[in-house]
């Protein structure tokens, strides 16, 4: 059975950091792209930023600069370093991982909360 466990979220104030963490676990063969997604109440789940296994990112026009997405493929890990929070980055993060011949995998969420 495969899983996705995050970690990392928490409170923080405006203009602080969090790192979050994504751990692969089970069968899998390959992983194609990772990424993690928010969704803040009332509001649909977005991209913030995901990771091809080669190495190619794409972020949100709203996290550029500020955050950074990053993958272990040996371990199925994946990491969103966030910079200079800001009160509209309060979401719940969800991350995802593409299998080639699979419906994506998501994560239970993480909690994450900027106090201005």
């Known amino acids: 059975q495969v899983q996705l466990v995050e970690s990392g979220g928490g409170l923080v104030q405006a203009g602080g950091s969090l790192r979050l963490s994504c751990a692969v676990s089970?069968?899998?063969?390959?992983?194609?792209?990772m990424g993690w997604y928010r969704q803040a109440p009332g509001k649909q789940r977005d991209l913030v930023a995901s990771?091809?296994?080669?190495?190619?990112?794409n972020y949100a026009d709203a996290v550029k600069g500020r955050f950074t997405i990053s993958r272990d493929n040996a371990k199925n890990t994946v990491d969103l370093q966030m910079n200079s929070l800001k009160s509209e980055d309060t979401a719940v993060y969800y991350c995802?991982?593409?299998?080639?011949?699979?419906?994506?995998?998501w994560g239970q969420g993480t909690q994450v909360t900027v106090s201005s």
């Open positions: 995802r991982a593409e299998v080639v011949g699979r419906a994506p995998y």
């Open positions: 089970g069968s899998i063969f390959r992983i194609n792209v």
């Open positions: 990771i091809s296994s080669g190495g190619s990112t």
